[in-house]
């Protein structure tokens, strides 16, 4: 009977707990929105992350959508010739990397990358005192450290998707051309009509949502890391993963709202 | 150090209580400081000495009790006024808290540079008017805090909490994980700083040595409060049973 009333216990504490994280969360995304349109604005803050966000991250998105796009057009060719439907691959490479690879692909890499990042640094800072220092020396933490990372996210993520996904439908064109014999004009006559506007809409939404998920995500676990070393290894996890569950959560959401 | 008593208050504390959930960390606090005066808080480690330190510059918020800074209650402040008011103080973390990203010279004019923009040559010739007061060569302006050594570090943030004369200078564990010599340097570095500016100084150390040139006044944080309040003078000749053993435990010669 103990046994039963510690296990029931246990999960009432964890339940609680979570749910106060998820309390916590939303407070600390309210509170970070609004230090955004709050002037001082730390440009030069702002333009170091662009630059690291956007541009250092091109080569892993982009190696990753051109080989993904490969990988589409060949999977597409095997599956359709059975259908003879080959002349389809160029419409479902472009869909796929324009409703969906291209921008997951995208969150994911830079969560990955920018989400630990970030997420290290800001727990680095909590745990060795520089953001309580940050607080006497006449700046607020989240205007100085948060802000900057939220709006170069949310701006750089549509670029760099824009730029996975012009890799992604390349990678498709170049098998199809160079191994799977397809007429060169035909590829991208095919690809240029099937392109529509709302793809690219859906996109950029979705670039953007995950943007904000990303910085959030991490900015959050970092900016409540504690007990030392191994609280920063908790916080560079913790953001990877719930950033990148929370990135397939709203891929399908999105996904839905626009052709649900 | 100034032990003129008709100087006015600047940190006065009444009925301080800081719990974190059940657990009482501080209770019944009360101490004030005068205009010039040097006050080293002493204790044993978690006896919440440094939740003292940060419920006075604001990290916290106390439970209950009265923190007023030159007369000015700082509980329930608004947070731009307190704001206004704690840039009047000047603040030396545990380790440092020197900000990696920055360069040394910019890590000491921040506050500064914050509260007024100022050009990077003028920046600069401040950053070094200030490591020169305090024995650092100007090498290190352009240097990052993790290519200094931890004396060095440790100097540099009391180099970043005298920049712009500050009113209140607060320094947390300065001679920790130092060795004695430079310790002893560390100690007259805050001396010198305390005098030149005029500031008034509280300091958080273990270390009795440094407690003996630094302070005008001695608190003991014991049992959740004030467990002991005099001089320097005054507590190596108490005959008060519990500073006695924690000065003991602390450095027996002492009192050999």
């Known amino acids: 009977m103990k046994i039963i009333i510690n296990i029931v216990g246990s999960i009432g504490h964890k339940s609680l707990k979570f749910i106060a ?3 916590n969360f939303f407070l600390f995304c309210l509170s970070a929105i609004s230090w955004i349109f709050r002037p001082p604005w730390y440009f030069k803050k702002i333009i170091f992350q662009v630059v690291d966000i956007g541009y250092f991250s091109l080569p892993v998105v982009g190696l990753t959508t051109f080989f993904s796009g490969m990988v589409l057009a060949l999977q597409t060719y095997n599956g359709f010739t059975e259908f003879n439907s080959e002349s389809t691959v160029a419409r479902v490479v472009l869909t796929s990397i324009t409703r969906e690879l291209g921008p997951v692909l995208t969150g994911l890499m830079v ?5 630990a990042k970030m997420a290290a640094e800001i727990a680095t800072m909590r745990v060795t005192e520089q953001i309580d220092a940050l607080s006497t020396l006449g700046t607020r933490p989240m205007q100085y450290l948060i802000a900057p990372k939220i709006i170069a996210s949310v701006l750089c993520l549509p670029f760099l998707v824009f730029i996975g996904n012009t890799i992604g439908i390349l990678g498709g064109y170049t098998i199809a051309i160079f191994k799977l014999d397809f007429n060169p004009n035909l590829y991208l006559y095919a690809t240029i009509d099937n392109l529509q506007w709302i793809d690219l809409v859906q996109g950029s939404v979705k670039a953007a949502t995950f943007g904000l998920i990303i910085s959030m995500v991490s900015c959050y676990f970092g900016f409540y890391a504690s007990k030392g070393a191994e609280g920063v290894g908790y916080a560079t996890t913790a953001s990877v993963v719930v950033s990148s569950v929370m990135i397939l959560t709203s891929t399908y959401i999105i996904t839905a709202l626009f052709f649900g | 150090m100034n032990k ?3 100087k006015k208050t600047i940190l006065d504390i009444k009925n301080l209580k800081k719990t ?12 004030n400081l005068l205009e010039g005066e040097s006050l080293a808080i002493i204790g044993a480690s978690g006896s919440g000495k440094s939740v003292l330190l940060k419920n006075i510059i604001g990290l916290l918020d106390p439970d209950s009790g009265s923190i007023k800074i030159n007369s000015t209650e700082m509980v329930n402040l608004p947070r731009r006024d307190k704001e206004n008011i704690l840039l009047q103080l000047g603040i030396t973390f545990q380790h440092g808290a020197l900000f990696d990203s920055l ?3 910019e890590n000491i004019i921040f506050k500064v540079q914050n509260q007024q923009k100022i050009s990077k040559v003028n920046g600069r010739k401040l950053a070094l008017s200030i490591i020169e007061r305090l024995s650092l060569k100007p090498e290190i302006l352009d240097l990052f805090p993790s290519e200094i050594s931890g004396g060095m570090q440790k100097r540099v943030a ?4 005298i ?9 947390d564990e300065p001679t920790s994980g130092l060795d004695p010599v430079t310790g002893s340097v560390i100690d007259k570095l805050i001396t010198s700083a305390v005098n030149t500016i005029g500031a008034t100084a509280i300091t958080i150390t273990h270390d009795m040595a440094s407690v003996s040139r630094i302070a005008d006044k001695v608190i003991l944080i014991d049992n959740k409060t004030v467990a002991w309040s005099g001089t320097p003078k005054e507590m190596m000749t108490s005959n008060n049973l519990r500073i006695k053993e924690f000065i003991k435990t602390i450095n027996p010669k002492l009192f050999a």
Do not use: Q
């Open chain 1, 111 to 115: 969560a990955g990358r920018i989400g």
């Open chain 1, 21 to 23: 994280h998820i309390g």
């Open chain 2, 163 to 171: 920049c712009g004369n500050p009113k209140i200078l607060l320094f």
């Open chain 2, 158 to 161: 009391i180099a970043r909490a």
């Open chain 2, 20 to 31: 974190f959930g059940n657990n009482v960390i501080l209770e019944n606090i009360n101490f």
């Open chain 2, 103 to 105: 360069r040394i010279w």
């Open chain 2, 4 to 6: 003129n008593k008709t």
